[in-house]
Every structure is written in structure tokens, then in C-alpha cells.
């Protein structure tokens, strides 16, 4: 009755009678597996994945690649990812992240961009004074008070700095995943004929962020475009588009950018982490002859920047996917001693952990101690999730993910978090009703794959 309901396209009926076979032989695949197709038919991608999940468990890992089943499962859970992603980021309420993240976004923009030497008592409006106190605000790190601060100078209708204030109340937006609120200062600065061509720069680089962030490749690229036709001198533009580059592995054209960016500043430290971290990319998967040169960049690289601890994390993260395991702690190390307030650093120790040793509870021990200090940190929160999974601790991997996704900025990001969130919980609940062993957590993701972007 089954097969036939299938013929007839007639998904409600497959689920009723696979489900009754089910109840006199629970792991008969075949009705699970139509049942799961039935299910995704008829939007019920949740428990399509469960389905989907069983038959993956039941039959194990290799037999569930060769007959398509984990390709099947995984397209579904994309789809299931994307469509719960557009729902929680329109439901999002703004909130500031990370410093860790704030810091990222402020360390790939020029912020002589916004300096003034304008001494606040010879100003008069309050806009325009509180605009000097939030420049000496994120100069000391203190965001907390940025956003309100920001609010409260454009309220007051500044004569001068009205647009400095308007890019930085976007930046702030975009940060905190208020993309209207971003959009609409960007686009005022756009459309202000009065504005400073460096703001409008920005505002287009800014701007073309917040649709990046929103899935819109085609006006991010646009918005990229335009500000370096508007400034082909500024070496801003040319490292916001490598970077979008390189999310869609447009390797040649990203180095490319990145080569002209340097030329424009030598002493800007992030397009030089991002120019390495895309030539090992490219040694990886097209030019493994490259590998020598990449190695020779991260040498120039941490002699020319000493201080700046995102050198170091890439070369640590180079060096660990390399399996060189001692000699990427040191580095790793040395990137917390620079920045200590950066827990993704530790992050990255407890992953060495995991593949050099085998040490779950080590890395275990890293992870929490990173998110006691910075519980808003998403990338630490992920990684514990997947710890607890290994562990088969699935209600505080569950718990890990449900708060990483409250944090996440873009849909890209959340589309990955929901589809991990109910992988994971329909893995646990397949192995308590089936009865089946979980996957590990090698299936899952492989480690030596979790290489990020040098974040600033």
C-alpha cells in the first residue's frame, strides 16, 4: 500500500502505512526510508531527519554513503537548516556579542577613518560631543555603552559628525544582527551628497557585509565593487571583497585583492593573515607546491607583526592541520599570552587536545574555562557541543547549541547551528528507540578540517 501511495503522489497516506508496518518490524528499512521521503514532501523536514537519521544508524556509515542514504539525509537537513535559519535571525532580537567579535569587526576597518582632533569643548552640540566620547569608548574597548551612546548622539541631530556616527551605529548594528537598523544608517550615509567620500567608502563596505551576512552574494559584491571604484586607493574595499572571496573559494581572486591591499598599507596586519590563510587554502586543495612559500609567509609574517596575536593563531592552526602538534600549541600559546581576552586562542589548544592526544576531558577542561570567561563566545560554544556529543552527554551538546545559536550573526552560521542542533537530537533520540549505537564523532566532523578564517 506504501509503494503504491508513492506512485499516486500521495505522501500523507506512505506515512500512514509505513508507520503501520513499522509497528510489527521497527527496522525495516524500506519503510522508514519512504517514510522519510513522504515526510520531506510534506514539509515535516524534523521528522523526515529522524527517519533519515535511523536508516543511517541502522545500516552504519559506509553502507549509508555508498547507497546515498547520508547524502539524502544531509540535503535535508541543509534544507531544514536554511529554512529555520530566515526564522530565528527575522525573530532575532539585537544584542551585542562578544568583545571578541566586535574586536574582529573594528581590527579589519581603518579606523583613522572616524579620528578627529576636534577638542569636544569647542563643539556645541551634544552629538557632536558625545561623538569624541564614543571614539575614546571602543579605543578602550568599552562597547557596552557604544550602541545607547550612538542612539542618543544621531538623536540630537550633530552638525558635524552626523555621518561618522551613523557608520558606526551601522557597524554596531550589523554586529549585533540588527540588519534593518544597519541598512538603514548605511544607506542614509549613501544617499547623503554631503558625506565624506571615506564614509561613503565604508558605508558601501558596511553595507555590503550586512547582505553577505543575509545570503545576498550579488549586492555584497556589488556594494564591494563600488567602494573601490569610489576610492581605488583605500586599502579597506580590497580586503572586505578578498574576504568575501574566499567564502565562496574564489581563491585567485581574493589573493589578488588582498596583493593590492598590502601594497596600499604593508603595516595592516589582517590582510596579511588573510592572504597566507588563502594561499594554504590553495596549497590544500589546488597546488600543494605552495606549501613551502605559505611556510615562508608565516615566518616574514610573525617577524613583521610580533604583537598581533591573530599571527599566530594562524600559524598554529597551519601547523596543526600539518599534525606538527607541539610545535602549533606554541603558537597557539603565544596568541593567548598577546590577547588574552580571546578565547577562541583556547579554543583552538582544546582542538590540538582532541586530534594530537585523543583527550576529550582535557579539552573538555579548556573549553568550559573559555566559556566562563566569555560566555557570548559562539565558536567556543560549538566546539564544547561537539565535545559533549563525543561524550554522549547530548542534553549539554543540545544546551551548548541552543545558546551558540542565540549569538550567531549571519544565516550562513545559523543554517549550520540548526541543522547540527537536530542532527544531534534525532541521533539521540534514534539510539534510545532503536536501540543503535551513535555516530562518532569522526563521522560527525573531522577536526583536522575545522580550520577558521583568521578573524581579524
Not at 554513503?65 to 535571525?89: C, H, I, N, Q, W
Not at 580571546?342 to 583552538?348: G, I
Not at 554522549?392 to 543554517?415: D, I, N, R, S, W
Request: charged content about 25%.
Amino acid at each position: 500500500m506504501a509503494a503504491a501511495s508513492e506512485k499516486l503522489g500521495k505522501p500523507e497516506d506512505v506515512v500512514k502505512y509505513c508507520s503501520k508496518a513499522l509497528v510489527l518490524n521497527q527496522k525495516y528499512i524500506k519503510a522508514i526510508q519512504r517514510r522519510a521521503t513522504a515526510y520531506e514532501k510534506l514539509n515535516k523536514y524534523e521528522a523526515s531527519i529522524k527517519d533519515w537519521t535511523a536508516v543511517c544508524l541502522i545500516e552504519g556509515p559506509e553502507k549509508s554513503m555508498k547507497s546515498g542514504y547520508m547524502a539524502t539525509s544531509d540535503r535535508v537537513l541543509k534544507a531544514y537548516g536554511d529554512e529555520k535559519a530566515k526564522k530565528l535571525m527575522a525573530a532575532r532580537v539585537p544584542r551585542l556579542p562578544s568583545h571578541t567579535v566586535i574586536n574582529s569587526a573594528l581590527d579589519n576597518i581603518h579606523m583613522r577613518d572616524f579620528h578627529t582632533t576636534t577638542k569636544p569643548e569647542t563643539l556645541e552640540n551634544m552629538g557632536d560631543k558625545l561623538y569624541i566620547q564614543i571614539l575614546s569608548d571602543i579605543e578602550k574597548k568599552e562597547y557596552d555603552v557604544v550602541p545607547d551612546k550612538l542612539d542618543k548622539a544621531i538623536s540630537e541631530e550633530p552638525a558635524k559628525f552626523l555621518n561618522q556616527l551613523r557608520v558606526l551605529r551601522g557597524i554596531f548594528a550589523w554586529v549585533m544582527a540588527d540588519y534593518q537598523t544597519a541598512l538603514q544608517n548605511f544607506d542614509a550615509v549613501i544617499l547623503d551628497t554631503k558625506s565624506y567620500m571615506r564614509l561613503k567608502v565604508q558605508a558601501h563596505i558596511h553595507r555590503g557585509e550586512v547582505y553577505q551576512a543575509k545570503g545576498d552574494k550579488n549586492r555584497a559584491l556589488a556594494d564591494y565593487n563600488t567602494a573601490v571604484q569610489l576610492d581605488e586607493d583605500h586599502p579597506d574595499p580590497y580586503l572586505h571583497r578578498a574576504q568575501f572571496y574566499l567564502s565562496i573559494e574564489g581563491l585567485e581572486q581574493a589573493i589578488k585583492d588582498l596583493n593590492k591591499c598590502i601594497s596600499l598599507d604593508e603595516e595592516f596586519a589582517a590582510p596579511w593573515t588573510q592572504l597566507v590563510y588563502g594561499q594554504y587554502q590553495m596549497a590544500r586543495t589546488m597546488s600543494p607546491s605552495l606549501l613551502d612559500e605559505v611556510f615562508r609567509n608565516l615566518s616574514k609574517m610573525q617577524e613583521k607583526f610580533p604583537n598581533v596575536a591573530d599571527v599566530f593563531a594562524l600559524y598554529g592552526q597551519v601547523l596543526q592541520d600539518q599534525r606538527q602538534f607541539s610545535a602549533a600549541e606554541e603558537k597557539f600559546q603565544e596568541a593567548q599570552r598577546l590577547s588574552p581576552d580571546n578565547v577562541t586562542y583556547k579554543a583552538h589548544v582544546a582542538t590540538l587536545k582532541m586530534m594530537a592526544e585523543n583527550n576529550f576531558d582535557a579539552a573538555l577542561v579548556l573549553l568550559n574555562e573559555a566559556h566562563e570567561k566569555d560566555p557570548k563566545c559562539d565558536f567556543v560554544l560549538e566546539n564544547l557541543g561537539m565535545i559533549y556529543i563525543q561524550k554522549q552527554m547530548y542534553p549539554e551538546a543540545l544546551e551548548c547549541f541552543k545558546k551558540a545559536l542565540e549569538l550567531v550573526k549571519t544565516e550562513a552560521e545559523a543554517a549550520h547551528l540548526s541543522a547540527l542542533y537536530i542532527g544531534i537530537q534525532c541521533q539521540w533520540e534514534v539510539c534510545d528507540e532503536y536501540n543503535v549505537k551513535p555516530v562518532s564523532l569522526a563521522d560527525l566532523q573531522d577536526f583536522s578540517q575545522m580550520m577558521t578564517a583568521p578573524q581579524g
